[in-house]
């Protein structure tokens, strides 16, 4: 299924109140925002009494780093924080934003994306605010509500729609890969009660599910083609080709391949279903991977997604990370 799809009923909502931080060095724009902090630390965002945003959307950058440059397309991983210009109130950002991995620990939920097209949590205008900057930049986009995330708010947020909103964003980090990228290699022959799996060039899977096999209870995970790539790690963005199929009827419900191509999301942090995190967090760049992920590590209690009482079946190749 598509990132947004995976990440649904887990993805954390773009404005959240959090308390403020600490930081060390400052950035201004203009003398109406001030932001303290190192890239990679918490900011601090401070709004003069009375700033308002200006008519257009302002991008600076605060700091530079030097990593890949960030084109159209790129994949990106950022943390960001946003604060309203009206109260000079934190509303949220990934730093406020908790996950945890599979093993239980505590990690921060960025978010990732290919640049160019909107975020998880972070919307389009502010998005593509990171096209032209470098990995390990810090940027400060000022605009107001209506031109960073529109006309819809949450209105518990008492924020109208030309009120004005700081937000910061840190690019953790930024990759190019090719959205037609496959994983290439001998492939291994299915383990006994795996479905089978034929994978033709730029298309999606084929996946068969074996006759008179009842779904297995617990996650199931087989290294089709084993590659020589980097581990992907707990917090990292993960890119990823995929084809997934309902175990009950193999129908298939989706595959990149149907849309754009490679897509990418944060692994082991909480943002997408468990039997993915649990599965994929430990493999390598290069890998092909089976997956067969039961109800309770998908989306079972969730049923607006339509996939709540099926075990899923995933082909995914790994073809990089951010």
Known sequence: ????????????????????????????????????GDFGQKPEISVEKGAKPGDELEVKTLSEGKGDK????????????????????????SWSSQGQTPAG?????????????PGQQVPAKVADAVIGQRAGSRVEVVGTVKETIGEQVNPQLGLDPEDGLVWVVDIA???????????????????????????LPQKAAEITIPKDTKAPSDL??????????????????????????????????DSSWDHSGATS??????????????GLV?????????????????????????????????????????
């Not at 404005?15 to 203009?30: K, V």
């Not at 994983?183 to 479905?195: I, N, R, S, T, W």
């Not at 998908?298 to 009482?309: M, T, V």
Request: aromatic fraction near 6%.
């Open 1 to 36: 299924m598509n990132t947004r799809r995976l990440a649904a009923a887990l993805a954390v909502p773009v404005l959240l109140f959090s308390a403020a931080a600490c930081g060390d060095d400052e950035g201004s724009s203009g003398a109406k925002v001030s932001v303290k």
């Open 70 to 93: 960030v084109e159209k397309g790129t994949f990106v991983r950022l943390d960001f924080a946003v604060q309203s210009m009206k109260d000079d109130k934190p509303l949220g950002g």
């Open 105 to 117: 620990k505590d990690v921060r939920r960025q978010d990732v994306f290919a640049a160019g097209q």
């Open 173 to 199: 980090g930024a990759r190019k890969v090719d959205p037609k990228s496959e994983v290439k290699g001998e492939q291994a022959k299915p383990d006994e009660g795996m479905p089978e799996v034929k994978v």
């Open 220 to 253: 199931k995970e087989q290294v089709l083609i084993k590659g020589n790539g980097p581990e992907i790690k707990a917090g990292e963005g993960l890119i990823a080709q995929y084809t997934g199929v309902k175990w009950e009827d193999g129908k298939k419900f």
């Open 265 to 278: 999301f944060q692994i082991g942090t909480g943002s997408v279903v468990q039997g993915w995190d649990k």
């Open 282 to 322: 430990g493999k390598h760049v290069g890998d092909r991977v089976e997956l067969v992920i039961p109800p309770k590590l998908g989306y079972e209690g969730q049923a607006g997604s339509g996939l709540d009482k099926n075990t899923l079946v995933f082909v995914v190749d790994i073809v990089g990370k951010v």
